[in-house]
Structures are given as structure tokens and as C-alpha cells.
């Protein structure tokens, strides 16, 4: 059995089919929208109770004075009409089962109301002005920025009507003054309005849409937590599966390789033996030879697989060496043409850097050997900055476009690269085949040459 293909037997990781790799339950890109609209919505909604409760509490004080003590204060009619708007709050805030736009709105147009009878009864001099301005920003919180602006149009709709029916003496205020009944102090204080409602209903608008794209951006965040957590459950379980069948494998190739050999080696030596006893020292030469190179077979089946079971970290100084062999076993296969290209001066950082992109090397040099059905593979090491760059390319069959980096072969080397902090592409070579490409950062103080030690 050839050393280089039981080191790959141990030491590589067999690619599955693309449709046994996906994650379960993975969601689209549109789930986190949803979740997070579903968020905003169930706020609004515990929002609007709050709002419902307070307005219902705050305007019972003032309905309960011009009732009892200040009946004098306003008609009868405008006091039975604040008394049904604050009846209508109070059933909204009870009916928590009604849409939550029913009752949104519903919460609107009472405080229209209340705006409207209070420019009927007391002109300019009331706080109709006030619960104008106030009631869009509800409306933005409550309803959204669309909803928000639609009802900062009615405000202003309203004031424009309340300003035309005072200029047709419609609107009669309870303290009526030259001043206060010209149409330029309408003008003005409706200018006044504007300068105030637009810019905070811009404001407004901008921070409604910042704190919906810090929600989205939270959400893609924990839906990217969660799937790394699942890749990694999923990687840990490939592994253990992969080392009980490397186990396995181990003990048929032990048992099909040194064992048989040693046993071959065994009765060699009672051949030698007999043959000793028989016709003397001359004749048991070409046995001792041929234990001889049983004995060495085995002993180097033996090594390759101890390697694999356990690879030694390799030092950065050696990683160009590693490589190179790498490429020197693979060609001595017969299979492919293997060659190694190393600028001189690229090395990893530290012995665990080292490991890990040995290992990404030779899984792809397996996968181009095993699955591409490569002629000729380039291994290519170099730097560039601050970064380290191994190439691994073939001229074999190539990747499916749509299955590209779905092989747990791939995933795994991927996270490799991740464990060191750089990144992994796999995609098609110029002319045919794949091209592997993994980019590791050095340190800050530059790269570390050989010529240095």
C-alpha cells in the first residue's frame, strides 16, 4: 500500500453531497424584516394603551371642573361634546381586542375633534393650535411616518379652515380682540405652526427609520449568531462522525496492511529458519531480504498512520518544506503532476497558522486528485502587505456553480481559515478547473522571512 494515499485516507476529509450540507431551518432574507415590523407593531400597540389611559385620566380633571365648579366656562353643547370624545378614549383604551389601526386613528380624529371645538369656541386664544401639533407626532409614533405626515396635513387642513372661517366671522373667540381677528395674525400663527410641526416631523421621520434599520440590523445579527451556532453544532458532529470512521478505517488498515505483512514477515522467518537447519547460511539470504522489506513497509504504513492520527504542528520555518513535499508525494502518486511555487519569503506567523493551512493545502490537493480528476495541480505560496496567500489550483472538471462551497469538506476549511482570521473563495480557474484561494493576516511588524532565523 503506497504511503501517500493512506496519510490522505487518514488525514482528509471526505466533501458530501450540496443537499445533505444545508442548515434546517434556515430563513430567508425577509423573515428578520418581519419579525422586526412585528416588534415595532406590538410596541405601538402597548404604546397606544399607555397614551389611551393617560389622555382619559388627564382630560377627566378639566371635563370634572366645567361641570361641576366652571359651568359657565364653556356651553352646555361643547361640554357634552368633550364629555362623548373623552367616552370615546376610554372605550378605546378598554377595547384592546379592535385593530390597533381602528383605534389608532379612532384616537386621531378624537383629538381633531377637541382641536376643532376648541378653535370654534375660543379662536386662537384656546389650545387648539397646541392639539394640532401635537396629535401627528402621535401619529408618527403610533402609526408610522406615512400616517404621521397624513395627519400633519389634516392639522394644517384644519388650521387653514379654522383661519378662512374666522376671516368670514364664523368664529366668535370668548375674549374677541381687533388684534386677534385680523387675517394676517392667522397668517402668522399658522406660519408659526409649520415652522414648528415640519422639522419635528422630520426628526421624527429619520429617527422612526433609524431605530427600524438598528432593529433589522439586531435581528440580522442574532439570525447570524444563531446560524454560526448552528454550522459550528454541525461541524463538531461531522468531526466526531468522521474520526469514528477514520477509527475504523485505521483498524481494516492495520489489519489489511502491517498485520498480513508482519504475518508474511513471520513465516518468512520459518522458512529462513528451516531453510537454515537444512541447507546452511546460503540459502536463507533471500528470505532475510524479503523480511527485510516487509519489515520496512510495514514499519512506513505504521509511520504514515500515526502522522495522520496525530500531526505534529509545523513550525513556520518548516511550512515551505511541508509543502513542498506535499507536492513531491502527490506527483509521486503517477496520478497528477504536482508543483509546489514559493516566492522565498512567505511564511506563516506561528505554528498553529502553519497547521492549519497545511491542512487546507493538502484537503485540496486530495479533492483535486480524488474528485476533479486533475492532471496538473500549481500550490502556490506568497505575500503580499500584510497578508499571507496560499493558492491551490487544477486543471480538472471544476465546481457546479450551485454547489460551490456546499461540500463539508469546504465548510470545514473554510472554518480553518476563519480560526485564523482570514477568509477562504473556491471558484473556476482561468482556463478550466478550480482555483482555491485563502488569505491569512500577518502581523503588524511585517512579514516574516527566512532569512532571518
Not at 46 to 53: D, E, I, K, Q
Amino acid at each position: 500500500m503506497p504511503r501517500s494515499n493512506t496519510k490522505a485516507g487518514i488525514e482528509s476529509m471526505n466533501t458530501r453531497p450540496a443537499d445533505q450540507d444545508r442548515l434546517p431551518n434556515e430563513e430567508g432574507p425577509g423573515a428578520g424584516v418581519r419579525e422586526v415590523e412585528a416588534s415595532i407593531l406590538q410596541w405601538r400597540k402597548r404604546a397606544l394603551g399607555y397614551v389611551l389611559w393617560m389622555a382619559a385620566g388627564i382630560g377627566a380633571v378639566p371635563l370634572l371642573l366645567v361641570f361641576v365648579t366652571r359651568p359657565d366656562f364653556a356651553p352646555l353643547t361643547s361640554r357634552l361634546f368633550s364629555l362623548a370624545v373623552l367616552v370615546l378614549i376610554l372605550l378605546l383604551a378598554l377595547a384592546r381586542d379592535l385593530a390597533h389601526p381602528v383605534r389608532a386613528w379612532a384616537f386621531v380624529f378624537a383629538g381633531y375633534a377637541i382641536a376643532g371645538m376648541m378653535f370654534s369656541a375660543t379662536g386662537l386664544q384656546g389650545g387648539g393650535r397646541q392639539v394640532l401639533l401635537g396629535v401627528p407626532l402621535y401619529a408618527m409614533v403610533l402609526l408610522g411616518p406615512r400616517s404621521g405626515w397624513g395627519a400633519a396635513a389634516i392639522s394644517l387642513a384644519l388650521y387653514a379652515g379654522a383661519a378662512i372661517l374666522n376671516s368670514m366671522g364664523r368664529i366668535v373667540p370668548v375674549l374677541p380682540s381687533e388684534e386677534t381677528t385680523k387675517p394676517e395674525f392667522w397668517l402668522l400663527q399658522g406660519a408659526m405652526l409649520v415652522f414648528a410641526l415640519v422639522p419635528a416631523m422630520f426628526i421624527l421621520t429619520r429617527f422612526v427609520g433609524f431605530l427600524r434599520g438598528a432593529l433589522a440590523a439586531e435581528k440580522r445579527s442574532a439570525l447570524q449568531i444563531e446560524a454560526a451556532a448552528r454550522e459550528r453544532r454541525r461541524l463538531e458532529r461531522v468531526l466526531l462522525e468522521t474520526a469514528d470512521r477514520e477509527r475504523r478505517a485505521v483498524g481494516h488498515q492495520l489489519h489489511d496492511g502491517p498485520c498480513q505483512q508482519i504475518t508474511a514477515a513471520l513465516l518468512r522467518c520459518k522458512v529462513a529458519e528451516n531453510a537454515l537447519a537444512v541447507r546452511g547460511p546460503d540459502a536463507t539470504a533471500e528470505h532475510i531480504h524479503a523480511i527485510a522489506q516487509l519489515l520496512d513497509a510495514s514499519v512506513g504504513e505504521i509511520h504514515d498512520l500515526a502522522r495522520g492520527l496525530s500531526p505534529a504542528q509545523l513550525s513556520p520555518a518548516a511550512f515551505a518544506s511541508a509543502l513542498g513535499e506535499l507536492a513531491r508525494r502527490a506527483s509521486a502518486s503517477g496520478a497528477v503532476e504536482c508543483e509546489f511555487v514559493h516566492d522565498g519569503a512567505a511564511r506563516p506567523a506561528d505554528p498553529g497558522t502553519s497547521s492549519q493551512l497545511f491542512q487546507i493545502a493538502q484537503e485540496a490537493v486530495n479533492n483535486a486528485v480524488r474528485h476533479a480528476k486533475a492532471r496538473h495541480i500549481r500550490v502556490e505560496l506568497s505575500h503580499k502587505e500584510d497578508s499571507l496567500r496560499l493558492l491551490v489550483g487544477d486543471d480538472g472538471t471544476g465546481m457546479a456553480p450551485d454547489t460551490a462551497g456546499d461540500g463539508m469538506g469546504l465548510r470545514i476549511m473554510r472554518h480553518r481559515a476563519e480560526l485564523m482570521g482570514g477568509s477562504l473563495s473556491i471558484g473556476s480557474a482561468a482556463g478550466g478547473g478550480t482555483l482555491l484561494t485563502c488569505t491569512v493576516p500577518l502581523p503588524s511588524s511585517g512579514v516574516n522571512r527566512e532569512g532571518d532565523l
